[in-house]
């Protein structure tokens, strides 16, 4: 299994790592950080940086495609290198995957017409405008394309395609693995759980960073 | 608050950007990675760099200091620039945490002896001999200790260290910032749920990375 990881300017850690943290430790996987050049790249936050080990042209019939999301999907947008590699490498994917506004990517790409899809919960409306139909769950699988939720889904996301690639035992022992027992201290990951002052609120400022 | 995130070859991703995606989005929070020499660092399984991007010596009194774990732990447990600085900055932190098996390398360079922490559940004897009270919980506060147990562990940590730096509100607002609405496939994330076959095979596999 050949994993591919995309990484642009501006894009969220956790978006990446979550999914790697689980698909790098399928048995025999290897997952290799990919961008327009090598080099490190930024996350939004701008604090951190991961480093892309290959261009895109070096990485070809990748097994698992996954595009992060972060403020700087905004720049990916538009047809170029990237929209024409994953579409190139779409062709023979076994999966075509994403986290976050990463969706928003792939389906800018023209990979999402017509298919169930999610994305952040501030995004969905924009998922829908570009062909996809917005679906609010945590994953959403239609064939081969699986696209996860805000941020911290990838993980789940990624565990659920360990259990479809290489069963349910491997997947429950990733996860024991990660000991992902998730603990939130409070109730308010989603926009019907959180308190509604604070949806508002971060729906309000969001919005110049989803436009 | 001046976050300073320790890097070391061979840690385990997650551990250290699982914290960073939330202690990042503290508003005025500056994080800093940093590690015994600048430059790209490998996680335990090769194919992620992160870039540390300031030396130990040019990080002093940040407030929050955290440590990661990961099979790399097992070469920061001698005395060294490493424990020195530790024990340096842990004079001035407002908070000195860890995650997963970062926990051994604090209790290593002296900063845990007696009091109440936790580990990755695989570690909780180690953590033990080194003078700490191994303590099974997602996470553990003793005055301005805290430790999260393994590599997944350090989301939940981090929102708890939110809410008790900045108040409830601001730790769920970033919850849902990243959608931390978790849905693992599988309740398999501790000893306790996972099935005993899958707890024992990984005890025995995970032997040699801890020692």
Not at 164 to 190: F, M, N, V
Request: aromatic share 4%.
């Amino acid at each position: 299994m050949r994993v591919a990881i995309v990484l642009f300017e501006r894009f969220t850690a956790l978006d990446a790592v979550g999914p790697y943290e689980v698909l790098s430790r399928l048995p025999g996987s290897e997952v290799v950080f990919v961008s327009t050049r090598r080099g490190p790249v930024r996350t939004d936050v701008g604090s951190l940086a991961t480093v892309a080990d290959a261009e895109l042209a070096e990485v070809s019939e990748p097994d698992i495609v996954l595009v992060p999301g972060g403020p700087g999907q905004s720049d990916q947008m538009t047809d170029g290198p990237l929209h024409e590699w994953l579409r190139a490498v779409d062709q023979t994917s076994s999966w075509t995957t994403s986290v976050c506004t990463g969706s928003l990517v792939l389906a800018a790409a023209g990979l999402l017409n017509g298919r169930r899809a999610t994305t952040h919960w501030l995004a969905m409306d924009q998922l829908g405008a570009l062909g996809a139909i917005p679906t609010a769950e945590r994953f959403v699988l239609d064939g081969k394309y699986v696209t996860g939720a805000g941020v911290s889904a990838g993980i789940d996301m990624a565990l659920r395609l360990v259990g479809e690639i290489a069963g349910e035992d491997l997947a429950k022992t990733i996860q024991l693995g990660i000991e992902y027992d998730p603990r939130p201290p409070h109730d308010a990951g989603s926009a019907a759980t959180a308190p509604a002052e604070i949806v508002e609120r971060l729906r309000a400022n969001s919005r110049h960073l989803l436009t």
